[in-house]
């Protein structure tokens, strides 16, 4: 399908000028608002992606962490999973989202349920009702609770092809993550880190729970969100946020109210895509302090790539936890440094006892690395290593070994 040419942009804005309100959107420009705390963060953001990587910490603590500072961690697990802020479900990847967009996924949810699954599995229909009768009756209950989520029994109705997808899931697990898809239920806490599965009678509020909104509208909806959240986004960027298809962005933008513009050094593709900015932030240009800090490599504000090497002119930020060790450039669960509104850096962290560990530490400008930069990188790391408990850091290897001594130096201060 042809993609239509874009509207006549009314506004050109320099790079500096879409970068800063890309990290206004994002929350790095300007004083947090700590009163929202955690759930404003959630709000503002849209999504909170779940990894069970662990490193620092999982990546829904360091979301948070990265713009609020260093805020208890138990206050983070509570603002998520006390059962009327947010639910878990499928958006740019599975995510933490705010309650209030639960109507706004009423299409995927009937997507689910016309091609019958969220990936190519079979279950029984008799499982699936035992599930749903089981927290009907029960009351909410973790796929352990309900049976088990492995597969222990030698008698496995799935095709090798679901077997490959679904790992050794049992029947249950199965069951009770195909009604999640399909919104029979739903998932508002986590215990130990395991779902914790309830009826959406339960705890979607009831005005919540009555809104029905047809495709075209949750569309809309999601695609107006998405540009509030990234502030300035190409075609591609909105279908990313919230993984719709070209045509579904195509036919909300007329009604999202978004503002198409250019953005100078975006490159042809962005202007041959088209571009558009949130209406406010457009109104009222961003100002403030910007965040000094270590960015998950899951946060929002860099996980998607092309974007982050457009939005940062030509940083480069891959995940390698699963490339092998042997070929991996920065390291495992590499860490970007955002300061001064820039990408600056990377570090692979780790933990040994009371000791952030920065296995590799890399900067993007050489030879020469400016005082600010190891200043930032210091206080990035040494709040860090505060924020989960930590007294020292150690640094391993480093892109540019002349820093190590100023770094050290500056740690020790």
Same mark, same amino acid.
């Not at 979607?204 to 495709?215: G, K, Y």
């Not at 240009?285 to 030509?314: E, N």
């Not at 669960?333 to 955002?338: K, Q």
């Given at each position: 399908?042809?993609?239509?040419?874009?509207?006549?942009?009314?506004?050109?804005?320099?790079?500096?000028?879409?970068?800063?309100?890309?990290?206004?959107?994002?929350?790095?420009?300007?004083?947090?608002?700590?009163?929202?705390?955690?759930?404003?963060?959630?709000?503002?953001?849209?999504?909170?992606?779940?990894?069970?990587?662990?490193?620092?910490?999982?990546?829904?603590?360091?979301?948070?962490?990265?713009?609020?500072?260093?805020?208890?961690?138990?206050?983070?697990?509570?603002?998520?999973?006390?059962?009327? $802020?947010?639910?878990?479900?499928?958006?740019?990847?599975?995510?933490?989202?705010?309650?209030?967009?639960?109507?706004?996924?009423?299409?995927?949810?009937?997507?689910?349920?016309?091609?019958?699954?969220?990936?190519?599995?079979?279950?029984?229909?008799?499982?699936?009702?035992?599930?749903?009768?089981?927290?009907?009756?029960?009351?909410?209950?973790?796929?352990?609770?309900?049976?088990?989520?492995?597969?222990?029994?030698?008698?496995?109705?799935?095709?090798?092809?679901?077997?490959?997808?679904?790992?050794?899931?049992?029947?249950?697990?199965?069951?009770?993550?195909?009604?999640?898809?399909?919104?029979?239920?739903?998932?508002?806490?986590?215990?130990?880190?395991?779902?914790?599965?309830?009826?959406?009678?339960?705890?979607?509020?009831?005005?919540?729970?009555?809104?029905?909104?047809?495709?075209?509208?949750?569309?809309?909806?999601?695609?107006?969100?998405?540009?509030?959240?990234?502030?300035?986004?190409?075609?591609?960027?909105?279908?990313?946020?919230?993984?719709?298809?070209?045509?579904?962005?195509?036919?909300?933008?007329?009604?999202?109210?978004?503002?198409?513009? $250019?953005?100078?050094?975006?490159?042809?593709?962005?202007?041959?895509?088209?571009?558009?900015?949130?209406?406010?932030?457009?109104?009222?240009?961003?100002?403030?302090?910007?965040?000094?800090?270590?960015?998950?490599?899951?946060?929002?504000?860099?996980?998607?790539?092309?974007?982050?090497?457009?939005?940062?002119?030509?940083?480069?930020?891959?995940?390698?936890?699963?490339?092998?060790?042997?070929?991996?450039?920065?390291?495992?669960?590499?860490?970007?440094?955002?300061?001064?509104?820039?990408?600056?850096?990377?570090?692979?962290?780790?933990?040994?006892?009371?000791?952030?560990?920065?296995?590799?530490?890399?900067?993007?400008?050489?030879?020469?690395?400016?005082?600010?930069?190891?200043?930032?990188?210091?206080?990035?790391?040494?709040?860090?290593?505060?924020?989960?408990?930590?007294?020292?850091?150690?640094?391993?290897?480093?892109?540019?070994?002349?820093?190590?001594?100023?770094?050290?130096?500056?740690?020790?201060?």
């Amino acid at each position: 399908m042809t993609t239509p040419p874009p509207p006549a942009a009314q506004v050109e804005l320099t790079a500096d000028e879409a970068r800063r309100i890309v990290l206004a959107a994002q929350g790095f420009l300007g004083a947090p608002d700590r009163r929202a705390g955690v759930p404003g963060v959630l709000r503002a953001l849209g999504a909170v992606q779940l990894d069970t990587i662990s490193t620092l910490a999982r990546s829904h603590e360091l979301v948070p962490y990265a713009r609020l500072g260093a805020i208890g961690r138990p206050a983070v697990e509570a603002a998520y999973w006390a059962g009327d $802020t947010a639910f878990e479900y499928w958006s740019h990847a599975a995510c933490v989202l705010p309650m209030s967009t639960w109507p706004d996924f009423a299409f995927r949810r009937r997507h689910f349920r016309g091609r019958g699954g969220l990936w190519n599995h079979r279950v029984t229909e008799e499982a699936y009702k035992t599930v749903l009768e089981r927290l009907r009756t029960e009351g909410p209950l973790t796929a352990t609770a309900l049976g088990g989520a492995l597969q222990t029994s030698g008698d496995d109705p799935r095709t090798p092809e679901a077997k490959g997808e679904w790992w050794d899931w049992s029947d249950t697990k199965i069951a009770v993550e195909r009604a999640l898809a399909f919104g029979d239920v739903v998932c508002v806490r986590r215990e130990g880190w395991k779902r914790v599965y309830d009826l959406p009678d339960r705890v979607i509020p009831a005005a919540l729970l009555a809104e029905d909104p047809d495709d075209a509208e949750c569309l809309r909806r999601l695609v107006r969100l998405a540009g509030r959240q990234l502030g300035v986004a190409t075609r591609t960027d909105l279908m990313d946020q919230y993984r719709l298809t070209r045509a579904q962005v195509d036919a909300a933008l007329p009604g999202s109210g978004l503002i198409p513009v $250019t953005v100078a050094g975006w490159g042809e593709r962005a202007a041959r895509e088209g571009t558009w900015a949130d209406p406010d932030a457009l109104a009222a240009p961003p100002r403030g302090r910007h965040r000094t800090t270590l960015l998950s490599p899951f946060d929002s504000l860099v996980w998607d790539r092309p974007r982050t090497a457009r939005v940062f002119t030509g940083f480069e930020h891959r995940l390698e936890a699963y490339v092998p060790a042997a070929k991996r450039v920065h390291g495992y669960f590499v860490m970007p440094l955002l300061a001064g509104g820039r990408l600056l850096g990377r570090v692979d962290p780790a933990r040994d006892g009371q000791t952030l560990v920065a296995r590799r530490v890399s900067f993007e400008s050489g030879p020469k690395i400016p005082t600010r930069t190891l200043q930032s990188m210091s206080e990035a790391l040494r709040t860090a290593a505060e924020w989960v408990g930590c007294t020292n850091v150690r640094i391993e290897q480093l892109t540019h070994e002349q820093t190590r001594k100023p770094l050290t130096a500056l740690l020790a201060s």
